[in-house]
Structures are given as C-alpha cells and as structure tokens.
C-alpha cells in the first residue's frame, strides 16, 4: 500500500487526478471505476481542466460507477448517475453509452445486480477510485458481519443516512437502500486508489489501514488488495 498524506483537498485533488489521468494516457481505453460523493468533486474537476487544454481524450475510456440509490432514476438531481453526468461526463469526451451506474429504478433488482457482476467481469476495472465512510463502509459496503462479494442491495446504516442528509433537503429525503458493488468487485480492479479529507476521517482511515481486517470496519478489506494507494488530507 501505498500511503500519501497532503496539505490540503486541492492537493488531494490534483494527485488524484493526475493518477487517474495517467492511466488514461497509457491505457486510452481503459475502464475507470468511480465514485460520488464530496471527495471526488476535485479530482473530477482536475480532469475536465486537463481534457479542455487538450492534455486528455476520454474517448475510448468506459466506466463504470460503484452505487446508485434505489428508488431514484437518472433524471432524479439526487441519483448518482445524475451526479457523474453533472460533475464530470457532460464535460469530457466519454462515450455516455459506455458509462455504468447501477440502475436505482429496476423493477428487479436482484436480476440488476447479477447483470451488474457479469459486466464488472465482462469489462474488468483498471482502476477504482474510492472514498470512504465515516463507519468505513466503501461503495455502499456498510459495517457487517461479514464481507459480501457480489453486488446488491444493502441497507443504509442510519449514520450513512445523516452524513448524506447534507446533500438533501431533509434527512427524511434520504432513500434508505441503495445497490452496491460488492467487495468481489472492487478488489477485482487492477488498481484501487482511495481518497479522503477531513479530520473527521483520520480515526477510520487509521482503522482501516494500520488496524485489523473486519467486516465491521468495510475498508479495511482493502490491505489484502496488491495495488492501493491512498491519499488523505487532514484539512
Ligand atoms: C460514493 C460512495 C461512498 C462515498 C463515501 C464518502 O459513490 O461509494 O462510499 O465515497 O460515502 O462520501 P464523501 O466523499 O461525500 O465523504
């Protein structure tokens, strides 16, 4: 593992980035495993600059994204498809038919998440971009007895559902079940690279890391994986 710790987010944000990037100049059809959430906002913002000066071409690159709520359709401004397309895919060159997010409106989701695994495997990821959780969960992958290998529908853990209230009006808004790429899929990716700010996320990226592996800490899964890297900054 490889573990970098920064000044600041727009540190953060431009390794990461330059990260991402890197795979996508030496691989120019590669698939991008991605992520929601505050903590990419920067890395993506990183890699739209890159793509207008001309530094990157997107289109041969796929995706394929980590979670969606159930219950919300792309259209919805709280999905997370609405997300990819209004923070990053409407501003690069990707061919938007080669981007994956799980579908939160399937009528049956169980047929959803088998179809989900099928095209991890069919795809495979060159490089999964992560954050993490305040109780460690990765994708939706929240605090269990158990690791679950395969994608499917979890359960938000209440704390999830406060940390997520922000980006809603009120934390009644929250679905309360999302679909979730499974830990098969994300140690499937050839390399992981997880990011996280804030001082409130110093005690579980310290679990996660230089602590036991546990279900009941979802991230710390990730010590087994043979190509991590992880930056975080404390501000
Ligand atoms: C998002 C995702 C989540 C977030 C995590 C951290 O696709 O899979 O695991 O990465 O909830 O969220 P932020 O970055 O908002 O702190």
């Known amino acids: 593992m490889k573990f970098i710790t920064v000044e600041n987010y727009e540190i953060l944000s431009r390794k990461a980035a330059a990260i991402i990037a890197a795979q996508v100049i030496a691989k120019p059809d590669c698939v991008l495993g991605l992520a929601t959430g505050s903590s990419p906002i920067g890395t993506?913002?990183?890699l739209i600059e890159w793509y207008k000066n001309g530094d990157l071409d997107f289109s041969a690159v796929s995706s394929i994204n980590l979670d969606e709520y159930t219950g919300l359709d792309g259209e919805n401004?709280?999905?997370?498809?609405?997300?990819?397309?209004?923070?990053?895919?409407?501003?690069?060159?990707?061919?938007?038919?080669?981007?994956?997010?799980?579908?939160?409106?399937?009528?049956?989701?169980?047929?959803?998440?088998?179809?989900?695994?099928k095209r991890i495997n069919e795809m495979g990821i060159d490089i999964q971009l992560l954050g993490i959780g305040l109780d460690g969960?990765?994708?939706?992958?929240?605090?269990?007895?158990?690791?679950?290998?395969?994608?499917?529908?979890?359960?938000?853990?209440?704390?999830?559902?406060?940390?997520?209230?922000?980006?809603?009006?009120?934390?009644?808004?929250?679905?309360?079940?999302?679909?979730?790429?499974?830990?098969?899929?994300?140690?499937?990716?050839?390399?992981?690279?997880?990011?996280?700010?804030?001082?409130a996320k110093k005690e579980i990226i310290e679990k996660a890391f230089f602590g036991p592996i546990d279900p009941k800490v979802p991230a710390s899964i990730l010590q087994l994986h043979p190509d991590v890297t992880v930056i975080f900054s404390e501000n």
């Open 77 to 117: 401004d709280q999905s997370y498809r609405y997300f990819m397309n209004n923070n990053l895919f409407n501003f690069i060159n990707i061919d938007k038919s080669k981007t994956f997010v799980p579908n939160g409106k399937a009528q049956d989701i169980k047929a959803e998440c088998e179809a989900y695994d």
């Open 137 to 199: 969960h990765i994708g939706f992958n929240e605090p269990d007895e158990f690791f679950t290998k395969e994608t499917h529908q979890v359960t938000l853990d209440p704390s999830t559902i406060e940390a997520n209230a922000r980006f809603f009006q009120s934390i009644d808004d929250v679905p309360k079940t999302a679909i979730t790429m499974g830990m098969g899929g994300i140690m499937s990716a050839k390399k992981v690279l997880l990011i996280a700010n804030g001082s």
């Open 44 to 46: 993506y913002k990183n």
